[in-house]
């Protein structure tokens, strides 16, 4: 079973800056795409930032451009840097990854499954 979570998630006064992380687990390797999302208090839930299998696309809200970034590590792992924080960023953040995930088993045999998966969220405060 696929699984994400998320860590990093925290209290901080405008203008800080935060770093949040997500490993996923529970496959053999993945061909996806790797993003964030959140949702504040009484809203939709919005995509912030998404980042190619390979790390060399990435996509951002106009809300954040310039002061987050989104990078990949490896087929596991992403994190999203937050810098110049703003009250309006007040959400809790979720990781998403959406592709193919294959699956190999002691025999060799490997299957694949076309999964959209999100992580639990992250608690993202700022205030002064």
């Known amino acids: 079973q696929v699984q994400l979570v998320e860590s990093g998630g925290g209290s901080v006064q405008p203008g800080g800056s935060l770093r949040l992380s997500c490993a996923a687990s529970?496959?053999?390797?993945?061909?996806?795409?790797m993003g964030w999302y959140r949702q504040a208090p009484g809203k939709e839930r919005e995509l912030v930032a998404t980042?190619?299998?390979?790390?060399?696309?990435t996509n951002y809200a106009d809300s954040v451009k310039g002061r987050f970034t989104i990078s990949r590590d490896d087929a596991e792992t992403v994190s999203l840097e937050m810098n110049s924080l703003k009250p309006e960023d007040t959400a809790v953040y979720y990781c998403?990854?959406?592709?193919?995930?294959?699956?190999?088993?002691?025999?060799?045999?490997?299957?694949?499954?076309?999964?959209?998966?999100w992580g639990q969220g992250a608690l993202v405060t700022v205030s002064s």
């Open positions: 998403n990854a959406e592709g193919v995930f294959y699956f190999g088993d002691a025999g060799g045999a490997v299957r694949w499954k076309q999964l959209a998966v």
């Open positions: 980042i190619s299998s390979t790390g060399g696309k």
């Open positions: 529970g496959f053999t390797s993945s061909n996806t795409v």
